[in-house]
C-alpha cells in the first residue's frame, strides 16, 4: 500500500487545512487508517484514527474537539479537518494504514503497517 498525504501549508493561528492521504495498491476498506504528528526534536504523537467498517474514531487529547478525521473508501482516501489550529500544532503530519480485521484501531504507531511521506503544517500565532 502507498499513501500520499497532502494538504499542508502555512497558517495562522485560529485558521483551518484539511488534510488528505490517498492510498493506493491495496484494498483501502481493509485498513483502519490513523493520522499522526512529529513536531522538531519530539516523538511522533497520535492524533487521530478511524476504524475501518463501522468508521469508528479516536482522538489524541490535544486535538479532540478541534479536528476531524473521515475516510472515503469510494475514493481511497482519508482526511484530517484541522480547525482552531494553534502554534503547537505545528509538524509534519504523516498518515498511516494499518492492515486489521474487525472494527478496531490503534493509537500506538508501531502498529501501523504503512506510511505516508508527510506534509508539513506550519501555524503562525
Known amino acids: 500500500v502507498q499513501l500520499q498525504a497532502s494538504g499542508g501549508g502555512l497558517v495562522q493561528a485560529g485558521g483551518s487545512l484539511r488534510l488528505s492521504c490517498a492510498a493506493s495498491?491495496?484494498?483501502?476498506?481493509?485498513?483502519?487508517m490513523g493520522w499522526f504528528r512529529q513536531a522538531p526534536g519530539k516523538e511522533r504523537e497520535f492524533v487521530a484514527a478511524i476504524s475501518r467498517g463501522v468508521f469508528s474514531t479516536y482522538y489524541g487529547a490535544s486535538v479532540k474537539g478541534r479536528f476531524t478525521i473521515s475516510r472515503d473508501n469510494a475514493k481511497n482516501t482519508v482526511y484530517l479537518q484541522m480547525n482552531s489550529l494553534k502554534p503547537e500544532d505545528t509538524a509534519t503530519y504523516y498518515c498511516a494504514a494499518e492492515f486489521i480485521s474487525g472494527p478496531a484501531l490503534s493509537t500506538t504507531a508501531r502498529n501501523y503497517d504503512y506510511w505516508g511521506q508527510g506534509t508539513l503544517v506550519t501555524v503562525s500565532s
Open positions: 495498491g491495496g484494498t483501502f476498506s481493509d485498513y483502519a
